[in-house]
Nanobody, 127 residues
């Protein structure tokens, strides 16, 4: 069992940056691959980024490549999502997720792979 708590969301102007954090507690953090997903009103939850257990490999949705970076800090049991050059269309509730199962390549893009979820943090981008 792992508990996830996101923070760092808020209101930012277009072109600005935000760093989302997800603190994990419970079982060994390194046992989990971690992901970020987002869900805008009226839309399905969509993949943003993921990082494998070791942190050595990361995956990104095409829509965020080059503008976002996912990372994990095992000493702090925390995963981060740094988002730069934000646009209004990325506004959504951002969710942190964890899986102790298989996560590699596009498998990580599927939210059904992830069994643990945080409560979400709102990101709003003003134009």
């Amino acid at each position: 069992q792992v508990q996830l708590v996101e923070s760092g969301g808020g209101l930012v102007q277009a072109g600005g940056s935000l760093r989302l954090s997800c603190a994990a507690s419970g079982r060994t953090f390194s046992s989990y691959a971690m992901g970020w997903f987002r869900q805008a009103p009226g839309k399905e939850r969509e993949f943003v980024a993921a990082v494998i257990r070791s942190g050595a490999i990361t995956y990104y949705a095409d829509s965020v490549k080059g503008r976002s970076t996912i990372s994990r800090d095992s000493a702090k049991n925390t995963v981060y999502l740094q988002m730069n050059s934000l646009k209004p269309e990325v506004a959504a509730v951002y969710y942190c997720a964890a899986t102790s199962g298989y996560c590699s390549g596009r498998v990580c893009y599927d939210p059904r792979v992830f069994g643990y979820w945080g409560q979400g943090t709102q990101v709003t981008v003003s134009s």
